[in-house]
């Protein structure tokens, strides 16, 4: 055949081969934008068909229960469901339990208090691994692939706490310290905080340390026996909810005299004692606040917005002066 013949035949198929080629990088460009597109809307635009699970420390702590509610109306907002579980009592292997099976069954997100727990850590990981975002609240768990935390510093509340406490002593005087439990990392953070504000005084000394497991009855006993053992104790401070009340029964209880309490968080009857100048101050955390905003950062994430690593809620102190007014100046 001729060159000409040639260049008649070639044409064609080289405009064949070039349309092709264009349809078919239209498609593939089509066809990735529509996975993007899929992308953004999932999981996030199922509505109520996301499901966050929430677990806590223990069920029925007032504490939680408030975080709950901080969550589940801005889960609604959202459209997502809330399940919200936990242990009846304080019980660690049980959170990791309770881990497991959100994972298992198939949670879109999962809301946990970290543990500072190996095994834990491997279950947040898994869970990372399987696409589904774990949020830490109330306690953070740093080493693990956690989305975010959403909760106090809680090291800052300690050194807060440690600063009320020597302005408060002058400077002087025996403490005794209750902790729900050496092995809660947000117990031993503000432990940690307290004592590196305490020990620039020569002249305020840290006693005791005992733990009441959340419990305002082992609260009482152990302080009944830190008074006992220590009479000297001039100022208990309590690092959770309930310490702060456990502590005044004991030391009503003994009828102490000069003693002074310090608590944390604000439930109705420690608001009442500090009104009534029996407990001395508290510092208040923000559980509702907490639960809410976990759930808006989950939501952002959702639909495609990168969260900040850290997200602090303020603490604010209440003594009997500023009780009346929630929202004064001692915010920070
Ligand atoms: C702590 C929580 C704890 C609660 C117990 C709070 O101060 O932040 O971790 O569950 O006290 O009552």
């Not at 013949?5 to 990088?25: A, D, M, N, S």
């Not at 660690?92 to 727990?117: C, H, T, Y």
């Not at 590196?196 to 082992?218: C, F, K, T």
Request: net charge neutral; hydrophobic share 40%; aromatic share 8%.
């Amino acid at each position: 055949m001729s060159n000409r013949k040639w260049t008649f035949i070639l044409i064609p198929v080289l405009l064949l081969f070039g349309w092709l080629l264009f349809q078919f990088t239209l498609s593939s460009f089509q066809i990735h934008q529509f996975a993007e597109q899929l992308k953004a809307v999932s999981p996030k635009d199922r509505g109520s068909d996301t499901k966050v699970v929430l677990i806590s420390q223990e069920l029925d702590n007032y504490y939680w229960r408030s975080i709950e509610q901080g969550a589940r109306k801005e889960a609604k907002q959202y459209g997502m469901r809330l399940d919200y579980i936990g242990p009846d009592r304080i019980n660690p292997s049980e959170q990791i339990k309770l881990l497991d099976k959100a994972i298992a069954s198939k949670a879109d997100a999962i809301l946990v208090q970290g543990i500072n727990d190996p095994e834990y850590r491997r279950l947040i990981n898994k869970a990372a691994g399987l696409g589904i975002p774990v949020i830490t609240i109330d306690t953070d768990e740093p080493d693990s692939r956690r989305l975010a935390y959403v909760g106090t510093d809680n090291e800052g509340a300690g050194k807060q706490m440690g600063v009320l406490l020597a302005k408060a002593s002058g400077e002087h005087g025996d403490i005794g310290v209750m902790i729900s439990n050496e092995r809660v990392e947000n117990q031993r953070l503000r432990l940690a905080g307290f004592r590196s504000v305490i020990s620039r005084y020569p002249n305020l000394h840290i006693v005791e340390i005992r733990s009441s497991n959340i419990s305002r009855l082992q609260a009482a006993q152990q302080a009944q026996n830190m008074l006992t053992r220590y009479p000297q104790i001039r100022y208990m401070v309590g690092f959770s909810a309930l310490d702060g009340l456990g502590i005044l029964e004991a030391s009503e209880r003994r009828g102490a005299q000069n003693l002074q309490i310090f608590a944390f968080d604000d439930m109705a009857e420690t608001l009442k004692a500090i009104k009534d100048r029996k407990i001395e101050l508290t510092i208040v955390q923000q559980p509702e606040e907490m639960g809410a905003k976990a759930i808006k950062l989950l939501n952002d994430y959702l639909k495609g917005s990168h969260p900040q690593e850290l997200t602090y809620t303020r603490v604010y102190e209440v003594h009997a002066d500023t009780s009346d007014d929630k929202s004064g100046d001692d915010r920070r």
